[in-house]
């Protein structure tokens, strides 16, 4: 008996379906092996064209500091939510609407899915880039948990020009390890995360500095009401 040739529709359909199959496969199989060994590198690093510093260290050899610095500036949400701060999305929608400079409501993980799997982007990429973030910030909010969030994004975040990390970006400012850094280094570091080509860690002033000095307050409100509770236990 002869089989009935698919349609262009149908074979089309198919390898469409094998694709997403392979994607979903690979993709889990990355987050699954970044769950237990360093992230090597990104695109981000790949195509900065002023290098990629980096010194990757684990969270025990990073100072609690530049970890509450981090909730205190980024995400203090950080511990009770399951990888999207719905508050958060919806005011950063309701200021944009109203005009003026367009503001995320990314999470730490949303920052870190971003950071390791896919693109920064602008304009209209940064907006295609939404849906694969989505799906990466439930993969590691399922697989890798808090802790390995944070260390991940604390060793991949822009830290300066050409420089990735909370070592590398220590080491510059400050001559020390990561592990060493005081309340108001941690929090200098924190301020200038959003944009770090364009803050200055040292010799900050204006906002950079008056942001700097309110995420430094903020750090002993962290630990105090136990907001670094899915870190430090």
């Known amino acids: 008996m002869v089989q009935a040739k698919r349609s262009p529709v149908a074979r089309f359909t198919a390898f469409l379906f094998r694709c997403l199959l392979w994607y979903l496969a690979i993709t889990l199989a990355l987050v699954l092996a970044y769950r237990f060994v360093p992230v090597p590198t990104t695109l981000t690093m790949l195509f900065d064209s002023n290098g990629a510093e980096r010194d990757w ?12 610095a981090a909730i205190a500036a980024e995400d203090g949400k950080f511990c009770q939510h399951r990888g999207f701060d719905t508050e958060a999305i919806e005011k950063a929608i309701q200021r944009n609407q109203r005009g003026g400079r367009m503001r995320g409501g990314s999470t730490i993980s ?8 896919l693109w920064q982007g602008s304009g209209w990429t940064r907006y295609l880039r939404k849906v694969p973030e989505v799906y990466f910030t439930f993969l590691i909010e399922t697989f890798w948990g808090k802790r390995r969030i944070m260390e991940v994004y604390l060793n ?78």
């Open 156 to 233: 991949v975040a822009e830290t300066g020009i050409g420089t990735y990390g909370a070592e590398a970006g220590a080491q510059r400012y400050f001559r020390k390890s990561a592990a060493n850094l005081s309340r108001v280094e941690a929090a200098r570091m924190a301020a200038a995360l959003p944009l770090p080509k364009k803050r200055a860690v040292n010799g900050a002033s204006g906002f950079t500095r008056r942001y700097g000095n309110s995420i430094s307050a903020r750090i002993n409100i962290v630990k105090r009401d136990g907001l670094d509770s899915c870190i430090y236990k």
């Open 57 to 68: 260290e684990p969270l025990s050899n990073i100072s609690p500091n530049l970890v509450r």
């Open 110 to 117: 949303q920052q870190t899915a971003k950071n390791v799997f």
